[in-house]
């Protein structure tokens, strides 16, 4: 039997928001709590990685297990992966910031894992035309178009085995997310139907389109 265990990443310092956005009110509850929420719901228990300088906001939320991040996302997660109990097998990554993924969202990346991938991420398609760019005499130019439909954008949580992300993670490297981790050591990397509810938290004005997706203004 698979044991299932979710790290919440929370230590993250929020400049561009301009305060911890984690911390922030989003309807009946503040982001991190609904994160926490829809991980707990699809894990056999969650890790909390929290800023050092928010460690006794950790006691009124409900993980099982709180530890303070590092100095890069990377460290935060080895902090995570270390705290996790001997049981588990599978680990999902959240981001905090993105308190509209749904627990639906948390069990197909589980359920990928489980059927035989090494990890799993949720992509949306990019209805945007996407252009590479390159510096010119004058600023930026176009290099080239790029196919879209080969292109997608990846959400959290993710899923992986856990030996296969903590082999990822050994040799301390970093990446904006842990699938390019396993991407680089060979292994495989599902992805499912994302959930367009879950988006990132990075502006305050974000809260207010969170909101609006998450149907908290009804």
Do not use: Y
């Amino acid at each position: 039997m698979e044991i299932t265990w979710s790290i919440v990443l929370a230590a993250g310092l929020g400049s561009r928001f301009g305060a911890n956005k984690q911390l922030a009110a989003l309807g009946h509850q503040r982001v991190v709590e609904w994160s926490i929420e829809a991980a707990r719901a699809s894990s056999h228990g969650v890790v909390l990685v929290i800023n050092s300088a928010n460690i006794e906001d950790a006691a009124t939320l409900n993980a099982d297990i709180v530890v303070t991040g590092g100095s890069s996302r990377g460290e935060s997660v080895r902090n995570g992966l270390k705290a996790l109990p001997d049981s588990a097998t599978i680990v999902v990554v959240h981001d905090a910031a993105r308190p509209g993924a749904s627990t639906k969202l948390f069990e197909s990346v589980i359920n990928a894992v489980e059927a035989g991938a090494d990890a799993a991420v949720p992509g949306i398609a990019i209805p945007d035309t996407l252009k590479q760019v390159q510096d010119g005499p004058s600023g930026k130019e176009v290099k080239c178009t790029l196919d879209r439909d080969t292109i997608m954008a990846i959400q959290t949580p993710q899923a992986f085995k856990r030996k296969m992300l903590e082999t990822a993670h050994a040799d301390t490297r970093e990446a904006t997310d842990d699938a390019a981790l396993i991407e680089a050591i060979g292994g495989t990397v599902e992805v499912v139907p994302g959930d367009a509810t879950a988006i990132k938290i990075t502006e305050p004005s974000d809260l207010v389109i969170a909101a609006e997706l998450m149907g908290l203004n009804q």
